[in-house]
């Protein structure tokens, strides 16, 4: 094709500076049919092979925007995949796309190699509002500290780094930053979560106006462990219109048939 060929079983780029449709045949030999296939080529614009020993390089601001687009926009999931950061970013105040949404689920391995993401906004209507909209089972969020970030949202499923992780999360870190929800389950790290370890938020604003509503988590399904929240204002609304109230907590407003140490 125009954009790609077929070697093997492997479908090789032609001009990795390319996006596009391209098309391949597929022969049914029990049929006898032959089957015309489009496929969405999207070339991966970072440094790096992808894998845990040669990691994919995010380096800009420019470099997070073309993450998101990548997930959200053009579906690319990244499964068994590595991500590192390699150097504080600022965003400047730019109003990020959640990386991944409830349909293209981010599965990758995220290691901000302690470096800091900071200043960017997150502002829409739609669920799952956060630098990431949702990670799924096979994620890992680790080593990043977020400062300055805003998030707004209208909708479920909000958190400052995550809306929603099945995955893990660790040594993440969010500072100097605000979340304000009029939907359900907010948290100053995490939405919804799974496992959550050696986190906290720090010097951060919560408002939750539909409640269900944590420091560090709304929600936590998997065990919690060393994580804290310091000199967090948490204004969350415990009864909205007929509907009752929903649990709010320093750090985890519902533990659900898990445990938190320390």
Do not use: R, W
């Not at 992808?50 to 959200?72: N, Q, R, Y």
């Not at 604003?205 to 929600?219: F, M, P, Q, R």
């Amino acid at each position: 094709g125009h954009y790609a060929t077929i070697s093997g079983n492997q479908i090789v780029l032609n001009d990795k500076s390319e996006f596009g449709n391209d098309t391949i045949m597929v022969y049914n030999a029990q049929l006898g049919v032959n089957y015309i296939h489009v496929v969405k080529i999207a070339p991966i614009p970072f440094e790096g092979a992808g894998v845990e020993d040669d990691p994919f390089l995010l380096k800009t601001k420019a470099d997070m925007i073309k993450l998101s687009e990548m997930t959200t926009v053009n579906h690319q999931l990244f499964p068994d995949t590595y991500f590192k950061v390699v150097n504080d970013i600022d965003m400047d105040g730019y109003k990020v796309t959640p990386v991944g949404n409830n349909q293209n689920k981010f599965n990758a391995t995220f290691d901000g190699d302690n470096h800091t993401i900071s200043n960017y906004v997150v502002d829409d209507k739609g669920m799952y509002m956060g630098l990431f909209g949702y990670a799924d089972a096979a994620s890992v969020i680790k080593n990043l500290t977020v400062d300055g970030a805003e998030v707004k949202a209208q909708n479920y499923y909000s958190g400052i780094v995550v809306a929603q992780s099945s995955g893990a999360l660790d040594n993440v870190h969010v500072v100097n930053s605000s979340i304000y929800s009029t939907g359900m389950a907010a948290g100053g790290l995490a939405g919804i979560a799974y496992n959550i370890s050696n986190c906290s938020v720090k010097d951060t604003e919560i408002t939750s106006l539909y409640g269900y509503t944590g420091g560090v988590a709304a929600e936590v399904s998997a065990p919690i462990s060393n994580c804290f929240a310091q000199n967090v204002n948490i204004v969350c609304a415990t009864v909205s219109g007929s509907a009752p109230g929903y649990p709010t907590g320093g750090v985890v407003g519902n533990l659900f048939f898990t445990t938190m140490d320390n």
